[in-house]
């Protein structure tokens, strides 16, 4: 949670049903900390995916060519090739 000094008041319209839903899934007393409880999955989430998503964008670069060498996956998807 964000430190008091970094908060600012702030008039947002929001849809009422949605933050309630979010203050019943995080377990949240009020409604300004279910907000902050999904702005922090949000931004965690975002850090997670971008964790992942930059090596693969790397591997993917690197021009490595994979082999079915067990062919298992071809006879599941149809392919004959043997």
């Known amino acids: 949670m ?6 600012s008041k702030s008039l947002i319209r929001l849809n009422v049903a949605k933050v309630k839903r979010v203050q019943k899934a995080s377990g949240a007393k009020t409604e300004v900390e279910a907000i902050e409880q999904a702005l922090d999955f949000v931004i965690a989430e975002s850090d997670s995916n971008r964790l992942v998503i930059e090596p693969n964008e790397r591997f993917i670069k690197s021009g ?3 082999k079915n060498v067990y062919r298992k996956l ?6 004959e090739k043997r």
Not at 2 to 7: E, V
Not at 74 to 79: F, K, L, N, Y
């Open 64 to 66: 490595v060519e994979m």
């Open 74 to 79: 071809d006879r599941r998807w149809g392919d």
């Open 2 to 7: 964000g430190k008091a000094a970094s908060r």
